[in-house]
């Protein structure tokens, strides 16, 4: 019921910016997430947002850079990268939690998953 498409993912310059979208099918608003993974390295939490997008949570290292965002008129889920570093490049994945659930960051928590779009950094 649920399906999560990311994109916008791609090639960009150290110092440059990115803005990924995930689009979002299902019967309700969900809590969300962002997680990336490097090869080499599991699967982190990026950042997360409330279902209504009232609250938004991005994890402490990358703070300042990078935004969550969502637009439930669009059902579009958003992450705004910016002053990106080579350290960010990654397989960046779009997950939902149930409709009862608040932002988490654990992966057990987010029964829902999208396919991951890539983020290549150029330096």
């Known amino acids: 019921q649920v399906q999560l498409v990311e994109s916008g993912g791609g090639l960009v310059q150290a110092g440059g910016s990115l803005r990924l979208s995930c689009a979002v099918s299902g019967p309700h608003e969900y809590a969300m997430g962002w997680f990336r993974r490097t090869p080499g390295k599991e699967r982190e939490f990026v950042a997360g947002?409330?279902?209504?997008?009232?609250?938004?949570l991005v994890t402490d290292s990358l703070k300042g850079r990078f935004a969550i965002s969502r637009d439930n008129a669009k059902s579009t889920m958003y992450l705004q990268m910016n002053a990106v570093e080579p350290e960010d490049a990654a397989v960046y994945y779009c997950?939902?939690?149930?409709?009862?659930?608040?932002?988490?960051?654990?992966?057990?928590?987010?029964?829902?998953w999208g396919q991951g779009t890539q983020v290549t950094v150029s330096s």
């Open positions: 997950a939902a939690r149930s409709w009862w659930g608040d932002i988490k960051r654990e992966e057990s928590e987010y029964p829902y």
């Open positions: 947002i409330s279902s209504g997008g009232g609250r938004q």
